[in-house]
């Protein structure tokens, strides 16, 4: 049995999958980074992706495509492309535009956030959500005001490893508003193509807020008894940190998302 397509929504297009990206906000001149990324359930490949990272002065441009692999591709052959834009000051990211086009099991799909003056300005999604019940809680104005999309949810400004952990982010999918609480686990160190040096673990706690079904069984177990941890590594001398390893666990198994490559284009 597959995971449930929300766990792997949470864990690839919406926080930890399109994230796991370079940032250089302070490059004196454009700077291209690639990297690579898998993601696998109970050890077996599930999806794989590539990103590209474009930043110029505190902009940045990212752009990636996700694919399904090995048992994924057997039970539900999805591809789909990411861009998201926007800017990064010492205040953390400001987001301009989040946009993800993908078909799964050949039904096409899209999600287009804007942003404006730090709130999410309009939202499109296709195909258009069915009609809600009473058992929805329904977004409204305050929900979304500082939301941020799920590239700039993972992009942490610190003055120290010892830093990035301890913080909440208001992430925002199209649907979905969540808090995202880190707390530190802990330090270490690792080695993949392009980077090697410390990292910092934190434990993420996952507590909807908005734009969900009360009484969801998937949306439950992520609530109130995943463990999902983040590993965050130090992008050059920036002062941003991106992660590049996590786990989350849901009712039927683990998800893994590791990077194997982290490196600056030549």
């Known amino acids: ?91 953390g990211p400001t987001p301009r535009a989040f946009r993800a086009e993908y078909t799964s099991a050949k039904k096409p799909s899209l999600v287009d956030i804007r942003f404006a003056d730090g709130i999410v300005a309009s939202t499109k999604v296709k195909p258009k959500p069915r009609k809600r019940g009473k058992d929805w809680v329904a977004l409204d104005a305050g929900h979304l005001r500082q939301a941020i999309d799920p590239i700039a949810s ?45 990292t910092v673990t934190c434990r993420m706690n996952f507590q909807p807020v908005a734009g969900y079904r009360q009484g969801k069984k998937s949306l439950d177990y992520l609530k109130n008894r995943s463990r999902i941890m983040v590993t965050f590594a130090p992008v050059g001398e920036t002062g941003v940190y991106a992660p590049i390893y996590a786990t989350i666990g849901t009712q039927i198994g683990t998800i893994t998302v590791s990077a194997h490559r982290f490196e600056a284009a030549r």
């Open 1 to 91: 049995m597959p995971p449930c397509p929300l766990s792997l929504r949470l864990a690839a297009t919406a926080f930890l999958l399109p994230a796991l990206v370079p940032f250089a906000a302070t490059a004196a001149a454009p700077q291209t980074f690639n990297g690579d990324y898998s993601v696998t359930y109970l050890g077996l490949p599930v999806a794989r992706a590539a990103i590209r990272s474009v930043y110029d002065g505190d902009a940045y441009n990212i752009s990636g495509t996700v694919n399904s692999a090995g048992l994924g591709r057997i039970f539900d052959d999805t591809k789909g492309s990411l861009t998201a834009t926007g800017r990064i000051t010492g205040a």
């Open 154 to 198: 993972t992009m942490v400004r610190a003055d120290s490893i010892d830093q990035v952990c301890g913080r909440t982010v208001k992430m925002y999918d199209g649907e979905i508003r969540a808090d995202l609480r880190l707390s530190f686990a802990s330090k270490g160190n690792i080695s993949v193509k392009g980077y090697k040096g410390p």
